[in-house]
C-alpha cells in the first residue's frame, strides 16, 4: 500500500465499487481509504440503517464479538449490501472468508433452484423475528438469498425439504473448500452483495485488537414473502 494514498487522491470511485458488485457480489479495497470516503461510497449503494463495531469485549457479545469461528451466513435481509472497513487488524490472521451462494445453488437442477423459494428461514430473534424468509428467490441475473445454516430451515413441500438437504450438502462441501479468504489490513474495506455472497470469519484470540466498522446498507425491500 502506499503511504500517499489519501481520501482525495484515491482512485476509488463509487462506480467503481458499484460495477465489481453487479458482476461478483463483491469488491475489496486492498489500499486505504479514510472513514469519510469509505462512508461516501456507502452512502452510493442507499441508506445506512444499521451501525456496527465487530471487535471482542463487548458486554452481552453477538457471535461477531466471539473468538470462536464463525460459519459462512448472510446478515439480516434489511442489508441489501454490506461494508467493512477495517480499523485495527488481528496479528494472527482473523481473516475472512467469502462463499458465493449463486455457485452452490447453480449445483442443483432449475427445478430444486426455484423448490427453495418454499423454505422459510426463521427471520433473527434479535431483529424482531418476522416471519421465516425463502432462502432463495428469483432475481435479475441469478436468485436473492437469505440462508444462516445456524437457524432454523422450514420447508412447505417434499421437493423443498429434498432441494433443501441438496442445497445444504452442497453448501458443506463449498464451506470447505470454494471460498475466498482475505486478510484486511487497516484502512481496507469490503463491499458484500448480503444476498449473493455468505461470509464468515476464522477464529480470533478474545483479547484480539481486530476491529471493524461495519455498515448495513439497506434498499427498502425485506425480501419475504407477504
Ligand atoms: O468479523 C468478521 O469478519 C465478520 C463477522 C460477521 O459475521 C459480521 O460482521 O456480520
Ligand atoms: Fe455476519
Redesign the pocket.
Known sequence: MTQTQTADDSAVTSEGVAAKLADTGICVIDEEVADARFRDISRHFGEIVYE?E?RMGAERPR??QLPAA?DF?T?HVMAET?A?RCVASEPGGGE?RFLDLQKVADMLEEEEQQALGRVGVTDNAAWGGGEPIPLALPRPGGLRFHYVPWLRSYPYDAAAAAALEKFEQAFRKASQTDYVEIELAPGQCVFLDNHRIA???AAIPSDSPRN?T?LWIGSGETGRVA
Open positions: 456496527a465487530i457471535n461477531y464463525i451466513h446478515d454490506i467493512w475472512m461470509h464468515g470469519r471493524l461495519r
